[in-house]
């Protein structure tokens, strides 16, 4: 038999070929990872980025000129002068004064790329596991991978969405698409119940603290106090643990959207106030489902739908696990268990025994 | 029960199945009179309805969704031929996963001549809601009101003729499982299909009010586009929901075709019906104006249109479930079903009681195993080997043919089959009579908090126990555990459960290396505790790369937790045995046999062909030992591994085979370049004379653990997972880490042992 290597050595050895290995393959700061990331910034996604600014400018009535074009994408002012040269030879922009106006073929292009991006930030809501926060840079990414086809393919398997996760809507194929009808939430009167209808990804930072908040499209809340210092308000439906309060500054909140409700649709609710989440119940004890969170979505939205489990539905705690967090219910005669981190986030209403 | 039926008397109700469409949909109609679509909501009892008309034995079990694809078969009555096509089973048919759209489009395009909805009768509620989508599809429903034994057990009453009133379709009850009225059930189908019974379903407006306008107008469209569609108001509805295929079949008039064989009651409401070239042509350009209305209405709805649909359907399917079924006026004052789940998921007695029951199965296995593994290697090998060699001299065979058939082929396959086959066809049978009875899922729902932690689901638990049988029957377990995620977790990391086939090496090695360290009185315990300490190892390793994976590669995959508590059910003790001695002992020994056969072949080979006076494995084994030696095992170890990759059970036999070639002692074994084993002393002996130590004997048992799964399991992976990539994933992770672990343990050994 051969004589085996000398052991220090071959730990050393080992020890610095995975410190190599690390510093080249790591997720996010390996070598390879970064030159992918300055290769992905191609040409084509810094026109198509351009051209999404532009589009971004126009529907909200501003003008963009060379300046604010360069800061949207942050490259230097004398880059996006040949930026917008390339536009202007592909017939995309025109320029008038010191404005820069797309054209109806840039338009589409703008709207196309802008349909990919929230088609893909869908598709990561709901058939991915990915975080909110990681929804847009993914996004920012894919935008300009997507063909046509991809695009209508995505769009098919989807279903035909016709609002992103955060509550814009999602240009169709022809790029028609009706903008969302929700007024900043630091412009509306305290007191009056309101829902989610758009949450704005941008700025990162200031979407990140909302995620964080567990706030997002399609909860109903209620605004207790709109000062200059902050913002108070109630999440009625659908927020973790029922009935909760979210304090936030003006700043943050003017990037949440939200509409009146009609009186109507909430009428066939009864009082509110008395819902509490699912995780509360102790075994044996019945409550009746009011609303399930719009945090709890895509496939595992599906599954609790599948189960029966919508509003409406009676549901009695049956049995705990020994290890805990797992609950068994009973729910339209069938014994399903359910994880805590789902079950706070379905509201209930106890059922009266008189009902029962 | 047949109450709402209607003789037909026109020609309009004879079967009219559509062949063209079902050929398309990958039916082939040759031979058969009709078509039966069996549908279902998963657990309800479906494959056992299928396999009791058909005759088949697919595996059942007490779980929700066992279908996996789609199954077929046939059977024939009343001197008719049926096809009976086993759907997917689903929940729902709203087409929001791909099971529900095929499911909903072989119904809706493939035009069964019947669809057959097996529900369970114990959870009429759920089960409704599905029906009530159906009968909004297709008017040619027949209902099967399954389980109704269980329901009677429970005391729970079920008025099938008022549920067929309700929903306008003939209901039969039944209990599939003692085939008790399935002869009802088979009239009924047969009398739908020949036209004799014509069902007129009672559909629910399902749209919530909100829509009902949008949904009004846009019916009225497509009512207009498609005279004498019976579901315009279903096809509405679908195109609100933004259901691609439907507006498919709306833009090519397809969904044209359909009309005909059905709801003739509105066909009458339109005077005539021209189908000229021009309202070929009409029908076009009103299509695409539909499909725009569709899409500008679809901006109006809200956007929890499909929820509210849900819960419309629900809150039917709860109050026909209440008409027709009564519960006992008082609770029972003993509920058994309770009474155990109380028990077996209690705090106190839980965990001890599972514990108990395990290792009961696991004495079992190994206990009743050891016997009829001794007869069968004694035939195998001591008895039909030495014989077929004889026949191989009378037929004068050269000795490369016979070495490589009989030494090679027969020998490895004998190995494996000797090994393999008593404990699988002991814990085979003994599991799945756990799983029938109901117990599995309760111990998935105690363990479920630690599997968690590791970001993985409860019911890997079961994946990983039947892993301790058999890696490749414990990858076909994950079938159990819906959530992409966690499923995926518990292939890639199914390995790390000991399997039957390396319990043989773990005990010989540990006996002959470890136990000889310890005095003889304790020989036998040190290395018993070495053996399950490598198991736990596993086990400790299972948590460890679960929670690594779902943090790290596996990160973005969707996961959804549910787990359904089935009720309990008298397991049927011989139904089990054949099942699961068909389904998952033969067929898995069936794989390990396939892949054994031409490794025996390859083992053969490289041992016995020589290229310039060296045998092939004297070229491998140099290649191979500075590697080995590294990580502390050697050169034929690895190369025994390489072509021993079929199957664990034959790596120890490779091992002695090529240590006594290479080292040239000719004390022990039957020859070189065949397989062989002999008791522990003369084993010892080889290996030393091997220049094994305890290091090799510890890194092995280490490398045993850790390292690829064999080729029959990475096949199983491959077919479960349709997926290359995890397929190589599941192969190098354990082997890099396998390398890794015995490289550390030699260097640290060899720096504090010295050798």
Partial sequence: ?356 | MTNRTHTATSCESCPAHNAANLMRLGVNMMDYDYVVALTGNPNTGKSTVFNALTGLRQHTGNWPGKTVGRAEGGFEFGGKKYKLVDLPGTYSLLATSLDEEIARDFILFGQPDVSLVVVDATRLERNLNLVLQMIEITDRVVVCLNLMDEARRHGLQVDERRLARDLGVPVVPAAARTRRGLDQLLQVVHAVATGEILPRPRRVRSEPPQVQDAVNLLAGQVGSLFPGLPNARWVALRLLDGDERIAEAVHSGELGDLTRGEGETSRMDLPLKLETAEMVEANRVNSDEVLKTARALRWEVAGDFHERVMVKLYAEAARIADRAASKPSEKPRFDLDQTIDRVVTSRRWGFGLMILLFALVFWITISGANVPSGWLSALLVGTIYPWLHALADLASLPWWLSGLLIDGVYLATAWVVSVMLPPMAIFFPLFTLLEDFGYLPRVAFNLDNIFKKAGAHGKQSLSMMMGFGCNAAGIVATRIIDSPLERLIAMLTNNFALCNGRWPTQILIATIFIGTLAPPYLAGLISALAVVGIAMLGVLLTFWVSWALSRTALKGEVSTFSLELPPYRPPRIFQTLYTSIIDRTIYVLWRAVVFAAPAGAAIWMVANVKIGGQNIAEYLIGFLNPLGVLIGLNGIILLAYVIAIPANEIVIPTILMLTVMVAGSHGAGAGTGVLFQVDQGSTLAVLQAGGWTLLTGVNLMLFSLIHNPCSTTLYTIYKESGSRKWTVVAALLPLGLGFAVTFFVAQVWRLVVGF
Wanted: glycine content about 8%.
């Fill in chain 1, 1 to 356: 038999m051969m004589p085996s290597p000398d052991p220090l050595l071959s730990l050393l050895l080992a020890a610095a070929l995975v410190l190599m290995g690390l510093a080249l393959f790591a997720p996010n700061h390996g070598l390879l990872s970064r030159w992918r990331r300055t290769r992905r910034y191609s040409e084509r996604a810094l026109l198509e980025d351009a051209l999404k600014h532009l589009q971004h400018f126009e529907s909200h009535g501003q003008s963009s000129g060379l300046h604010t074009l360069a800061g949207a994408l942050e490259i230097p002012v004398n880059q996006s002068v040949s930026v917008v040269g390339r536009l202007q030879s592909h017939e995309l922009v025109q320029m008038e004064g010191g404005e820069i106006r797309l054209t109806p073929v840039g338009r589409e292009y703008a709207l196309r790329v802008i349909r990919a991006h929230r088609l893909w930030e869908q598709y990561l809501a709901e058939e991915t596991g990915f975080a909110e926060v990681e929804w847009h840079g993914q996004a920012e990414e894919y935008e300009h991978q997507l063909t046509p086809e991809k695009t209508a393919e995505l769009a098919r398997k989807l279903g035909q969405p016709l609002y992103d996760p955060h509550g814009d809507p999602i240009p169709d194929w022809k790029g028609e698409f009706k903008p969302h009808a929700g007024q900043a939430l630091t412009a509306m009167p305290v007191d009056t119940p309101l829902r989610i209808v758009h949450i704005e990804d941008e700025p990162g930072v200031v979407y990140a603290q909302l995620a964080a908040e567990g706030l997002s499209p399609g909860m109903e809340i209620r605004l207790i106090e709109s000062g200059p210092k902050r913002v108070r308000f109630w999440v009625v439906t659908g927020g973790y643990d029922g009935f909760e309060e979210h304090l936030l500054a003006p700043i943050v909140a003017a990037n949440i959207s939200v509409v009146p409700v009609e009186v109507q649709e909430i009428s066939h609710r009864r009082e509110q106030a008395t819902g509490f989440p699912l995780s509360e119940l102790k075994v044996s004890e019945r409550g009746r489902v009011l609303s399930i969170s719009p945090r709890l979505r895509g496939a595992e939205r599906r599954r609790l739908l599948d189960l029966g489990i919508l509003p409406g539905t009676a549901v009695e705690a049956a049995l705990a696990s020994p290890s805990g967090d797992l609950t068994a219910y009973r729910v339209r005669d069938a014994l399903i268990a359910l994880r805590r981190e789902q079950t706070r986030l379905i509201q209930i209403e106890p059922i009266s025994e008189e009902f029962a």
